[in-house]
């Protein structure tokens, strides 16, 4: 359909809706996740310099703002821009806190809600959802790490479990309101979602990571904050409780801070004693090398054609076409990352110690970003039923006013304007894992065995952490090392 047939029915459309303020053209036609693409391909082939020469600028006004910032800051992350990537994230806090205070007074959502019953979802404002929060802040506190601000780091860990916290609360009463407004049978909502259920796994909601709580309790580690440090170990447990790492964390820190009942409980629980991680605790000439890996890019949402049972003023059943946002049922295979230490005698000798080493999931990305859509499908879903009725509503008018050209032009909108939301940050990576292991002290080299990045120096200080965050996306590779 030609682009200004497109736009000449949405003016009509526009011009006969009364009280309506100017619908955000911007976006109303596009595929998100399709525009990104030669982003991501340029990134999985190794050139993040060009990819950020054609991401989208965040421009204030724009329903993608948010996305933006957060893109634009991921990027500039990967590039080791750290004052950019700060920046960027430090613009996008700005915004979310700006709509949180406009969200009190609910000031300028009526026009967008009312937009979005005669166009589709991306006419709203992005608002990045919690789990997209959280891995912003985590992001920001490792901005701050790469800086030696571990103070900065702290608050941005906060911040992070502070969202994930409102989430926890906000989850069941949004879940309850959204499938009591939106008028479906709740097994249909269910049936709906079900191609989502091999994405999500076991993954308890679409809002809480284990990773950003375990980044969260090293820093709070690093700096001598136990009992916090402890805390948010345990949060991490229990949304992830299979990473061998942070059972020995928890054991660890138990014992450290006499938790006898809780090791009671976790010893059951896990396969490794309290004993046997104190008994291998580092020596006086030991550190800690702990290393943050992410692998891949996370999957882009796709277009999905569903059928809806909605119910006409005469009480007739009908099923209405709508495109929905999902995921192909398909995902991409994660693998651990195998690490070798040698220690290095000067520069151009080096002897292995023997210690070859691989990480654990801490948090499936995909797993989360599609749960946190099958959460969202009950409000989607109220809103494709509000917006059915609606441009059923704008149809009849047209036809009345404007004879079989209206009808005709109505038709025509209502297919151009059913467009999936498929907007969500696409520059996450797909999975998250770590490893934690003690180290001699001195100057070593670090060999990746399963994958093509390069050989690292890294110098391990006795009874510190040394922090090293591998990031791996296609031929896209780096390596930054810090120590806390």
């Not at 029915?9 to 100017?22: D, K, N």
């Not at 909601?205 to 690093?222: C, I, K, R």
């Not at 409980?265 to 008994?279: D, G, I, N, Y």
Request: hydrophobic content about 40%; charged content about 20%; aromatic content about 8%.
């Amino acid at each position: 359909m030609p682009e200004t047939l497109k736009k000449g029915a949405v003016f009509c459309i526009a011009t006969l809706l009364s009280g309506c303020a100017s619908i955000q053209l911007n976006n109303l036609f596009s595929d998100y996740a399709t525009s990104q693409k030669p982003v991501r391909a340029a990134i999985n082939a190794g050139n993040v310099k060009s990819a950020q020469s054609m991401l989208e600028q965040p421009t204030a006004g724009n329903t993608n703002y948010q996305l933006a910032m957060l893109e634009q800051g991921r990027l500039a992350f990967l590039t080791e821009d750290t004052k950019q990537s700060q920046w960027w994230f430090n613009q996008s806090y700005r915004a979310l806190e700006n709509e949180r205070a406009k969200a009190k007074v609910r000031l300028g959502k009526g026009v967008e809600k009312f937009n979005t019953l005669v166009t589709n979802d991306n006419a709203i404002s992005y608002q990045p959802p919690a789990y997209e929060q959280s891995m912003m802040h985590s992001y920001q506190a490792l901005n701050y790490v790469f800086q030696h601000d571990l103070e900065g780091a702290l608050v941005e860990v906060r911040r992070a479990n502070f969202v994930q916290e409102q989430a926890l609360k906000q989850y069941e009463d949004e879940l309850f309101e959204a499938s009591e407004s939106a008028g479906i049978d709740a097994s249909y909502i269910n049936n709906t979602a079900a191609t989502l259920n091999s994405r999500v796994g076991d993954v308890k909601n679409g809002f809480q990571n284990a990773y950003t709580f375990y980044l969260s309790g090293l820093l709070y580690e690093a700096a001598g904050e136990l009992n916090d440090a402890y805390i948010d170990y345990k949060r991490a447990i229990e949304i992830y409780p299979e990473n061998e790492y942070l059972q020995r964390d928890i054991l660890r820190l138990g014992s450290v801070l006499g938790m006898q009942t809780d090791l009671e409980a976790f010893e059951k629980q896990f396969s490794v004693k309290a004993s046997e991680v104190l008994s291998a605790k580092p020596t006086a000439n030991e550190g800690q090398l702990v290393v943050i890996y992410e692998q891949g890019l996370v999957d882009a949402k796709i277009e999905k054609s569903v059928r809806l049972p909605i119910f006409t003023s005469n009480n007739d059943m009908r099923f209405y076409s709508v495109s929905i946002p999902s995921y192909s049922a398909r995902s991409q295979s994660l693998a651990p990352l195998t690490l070798s230490v040698q220690e290095t005698a000067d520069s151009n000798t080096a002897k292995a110690n023997g210690l070859v080493v691989n990480t654990q999931p801490i948090v499936n990305v995909q797993a989360l970003v599609a749960k946190q859509l099958q959460d969202s499908m009950p409000s989607m879903l109220s809103r494709q039923v509000l917006r059915l009725v609606a441009k059923e509503q704008v149809r009849r008018k047209l036809s009345k006013e404007a004879g079989d050209v209206g009808n005709i032009l109505a038709g025509i909108y209502s297919m151009a304007s059913e467009r999936a939301d498929t907007r969500s940050w696409l520059t996450l990576p797909a999975d998250v894992q770590i490893l934690r292991a003690n180290v001699a002290a001195g100057a070593h080299s670090i060999a990746f065995n399963n994958v093509n990045i390069a050989a690292t120096e890294v110098k391990i200080v006795p009874g510190k952490i040394t922090l090293m965050l591998v990031t791996k996306a296609g031929q896209f590779s780096t390596v930054r090392t810090v120590t806390l």
